[in-house]
């Protein structure tokens, strides 16, 4: 198959912008369809967005503190759990 078949839209009467055209009433048709118990409101979005965000902090907190208990240990006790001090900052 070529990287751009041009016989791929011939069905369509109005070729390849007749295929858009019905690609768009098709998508528009598929949004009046969709019931709105199941559409995300505004609201929802900035929560979720909002959960997203304190996760992120949360998990960012958590590796940082990580990061700095595991820099307060002797080289030789780095040693013994199989980690350097090179190792520290790639420790997610």
Request: with cysteine; net charge neutral.
């Given at each position: 198959?070529?990287?751009?078949?041009?016989?791929?839209?011939?069905?369509?009467?109005?070729?390849?912008a007749?295929?858009i055209?019905?690609?768009?009433?098709?998508?528009?048709?598929?949004?009046?369809?969709?019931?709105?118990?199941?559409?995300?409101?505004?609201?929802?979005?900035?929560?979720?967005?909002?959960?997203?965000?304190?996760?992120?902090?949360?998990?960012?907190?958590?590796?940082?503190?990580?990061?700095?208990?595991?820099?307060?240990?002797?080289?030789?006790?780095?040693?013994?759990?199989?980690?350097?001090?090179?190792?520290?900052?790639?420790?997610?």
């Open positions: 198959m070529a990287a751009f078949d041009t016989n791929r839209f011939s069905t369509s009467p109005a070729g390849f007749g295929h055209g019905q690609t768009f009433v098709s998508m528009t048709a598929f949004d009046a369809a969709t019931p709105a118990s199941t559409r995300v409101s505004l609201a929802d979005r900035i929560v979720n967005a909002k959960a997203r965000f304190v996760a992120a902090y949360a998990n960012w907190q958590d590796q940082r503190a990580t990061r700095a208990a595991l820099a307060a240990l002797s080289d030789r006790e780095l040693d013994d759990i199989g980690l350097c001090r090179g190792d520290l900052d790639g420790i997610r």
